[in-house]
């Protein structure tokens, strides 16, 4: 595809539940990183994976958030025991390169409700 | 105190005005500053992108950064419906092999014909 692929574009989970978010960076990008953004503000970052290594998760919440790139391509972002607070709106991003000249390419984002 | 501060408006003006959005932040390790837009339901897009301090022009979009002060600025000239979005402030950290950037609020633009 042309951009970076978020999937679902929504998610209505019950509290207590685990969900899964997944996020197809563009082909061939080293850099993907997750952000959460919840109404009315701005991105926070979670995570940064360069190829398959998870090189930063300083920004995730706490330990029921888990983001993998196993192969260095496709992302997914898991949440267990999925608590209200979670609702939010969760973007991808990727960049070819690493470093100064990366331009980060957002997805539309997976917009997660918890009931 | 956040790191950056973001006036989250709503800005509403007429078709044609000149707008100008702004930030603060706090941290100098700040190297790279960005202006972002999203659209409602949409991933924010690079509208600009600036390391030193002084002007950087892009059709009707100027960016200033004022590094001393820690002040940047987005102007946008003979502004447009289609201009009417949330623009975003980002500021690029790196620390340890790691990078990440830190955005502001928010501010809410409507443009009306």
């Known amino acids: 595809g042309a951009g970076v692929s978020q999937s679902p574009r929504y998610k209505v989970a019950k509290r207590g539940q685990d969900v899964a978010l997944r996020c197809d960076p563009i082909s061939g990008h080293v850099s993907l990183f997750w952000y959460q953004q919840a109404l009315g503000q701005g991105p926070e970052f979670l995570t940064y994976f360069q190829n398959e290594a998870q090189l930063d998760k300083s920004g995730l919440p706490s330990d029921r958030f888990f983001a993998e790139r196993p192969e260095g391509s496709v992302s997914t972002l898991k949440i267990q025991r999925t608590q209200q607070e979670d609702s939010a709106v969760y973007l991808c991003?990727?960049?070819?390169?690493?470093?100064?000249?990366?331009?980060?390419?957002f997805g539309d984002g997976t917009r997660l409700s918890i009931l | 105190q956040k790191e950056v501060e973001q006036d989250p408006g709503p800005l509403s003006v007429p078709e044609g005005a000149i707008v100008s959005l702004n930030c603060t932040y706090s941290n100098s390790a700040f190297q790279y500053f960005m202006w972002y837009r999203q659209y409602s339901r949409k991933g924010p897009e690079l509208l600009m992108y600036t390391y030193s301090s002084g002007n950087k022009e892009d059709g009707r979009f100027t960016a200033q950064v004022d590094k001393s002060s820690k002040y940047i600025s987005l102007f946008i000239r003979d502004s447009q419906p289609s201009d009417s979005a949330t623009y975003l402030c980002a500021m690029r950290v790196t620390q340890g092999g790691s990078e990440k950037l830190v955005f502001g609020k928010g501010t809410k633009l409507t443009v009306n014909p």
């Open positions: 991003a990727s960049s070819q390169t690493p470093g100064q000249n990366g331009r980060k390419h």
